[in-house]
């Protein structure tokens, strides 16, 4: 038995459907990380349990909200999971440029909380905000990070 069939294969990163298509069919999601939000390339379990398999473009990445797959009575959208981050309240607008520019420069990708700034939990994020001098508490929130950003290890 193939049972390849079975499992939709997801070649896009969202479906353009309105919210009338969308009337009476059951939400599902696929809560992902950020970094999650980045493979395009695996095997998927939503939070009812449906598999997907996804075969995005190179460079594609999920954004929360999108509708990902529309299946028969069911559709699948991406939300953005809690993760570990470090969360920095700037005291001056110049800090809170320099912390945005020092984590940029070393290729790391940065959130917009209201007032706050988000990074990884990361040991290189805690060194540099400890170097510049800057509180920050350790927190788990939702990280969508500003922009598209790149990755040079992908």
């Known amino acids: 038995m193939d049972t390849s069939a079975e499992v939709p294969v997801v070649t896009r990163t969202h479906v353009h459907v309105g919210e009338r298509e969308l009337a009476g069919l059951e939400r ?7 970094e999650e939000r980045r493979w395009g390339r695996r095997r998927v379990t939503t939070r009812a349990g449906r598999a997907l398999a996804l075969a995005l ?11 990902l797959h529309v299946g028969p009575g069911f559709y699948v959208a ?3 999971a809690p993760e570990p981050v470090l969360a920095v309240a ?3 607008r110049a800090e809170g440029l320099r912390v ?7 290729h790391f990708a940065l959130a917009l909380e209201g007032e706050r700034l988000l ?3 990361d ?8 170097r510049l001098g800057v509180a920050f508490e350790r ?14 290890d992908h």
Do not use: Y
Request: charged share 20%.
């Open 119 to 121: 990074v990884p939990d």
């Open 57 to 67: 473009p190179t460079g594609s990445a999920l954004a929360p909200g999108d509708v």
């Open 28 to 34: 599902d999601a696929l809560v992902l990380t950020a």
């Open 78 to 80: 991406i939300e953005a």
């Open 139 to 152: 927190t788990r929130t939702v990280f969508v990070p500003v922009g598209a950003g790149h990755r040079h």
């Open 100 to 106: 945005a520019f020092e984590v940029g420069n070393r």
């Open 90 to 92: 700037p005291r001056s």
């Open 123 to 130: 040991p290189a994020m805690e060194q540099l905000l400890g």
